[in-house]
């Protein structure tokens, strides 16, 4: 079993900022991709920013020189990072974390994308 939990959302006025957090739990063996996605209301989701396992990241044009994405794999920390600055109201929307991940049930070796549950971020005055 394996868990993506997301923190770090809520309410921030234009201008302002947040940083999102998901740790990774369960039966991991190794994390390849790790990213950060969001939907906005009546529209589908898009990804945000991807971090590889060397750290290369890939970011859509709209958040590029705003948004910085990372991560902590040390001590099995598992965890990747967005931080956001400069947020606008168009960046409102729930933002979901994804991870490729290799993990072990009963012995058997399997890669699966897995996704958070979700956060809210509401970007108003």
């Known amino acids: 079993q394996v868990q993506l939990v997301e923190s770090g959302g809520g309410l921030v006025q234009p201008g302002g900022s947040l940083r999102l957090s998901c740790a990774a739990s369960?039966?991991?063996?190794?994390?390849?991709?790790m990213g950060w996605y969001r939907q906005a209301p009546g529209k589908q989701r898009e990804l945000v920013a991807t971090i590889a396992r060397g750290d290369s990241t890939n970011y859509t044009d709209a958040v590029k020189g705003r948004f910085t994405i990372s991560r902590d794999n040390a001590f099995a920390k598992n965890t990747v990072y967005l931080q956001m600055d400069s947020l606008k109201p168009d960046d409102t929307a729930v933002y979901y974390c994804?991870?490729?991940?290799?993990?072990?049930?009963?012995?058997?070796?399997?890669?699966?994308?897995?996704w958070g549950q979700g956060t809210q971020v509401t970007v108003s005055s």
């Open positions: 994804n991870a490729r991940i290799l993990s072990v049930v009963s012995g058997r070796y399997g890669t699966s994308d897995y």
């Open positions: 369960g039966s991991i063996v190794s994390i390849y991709t």
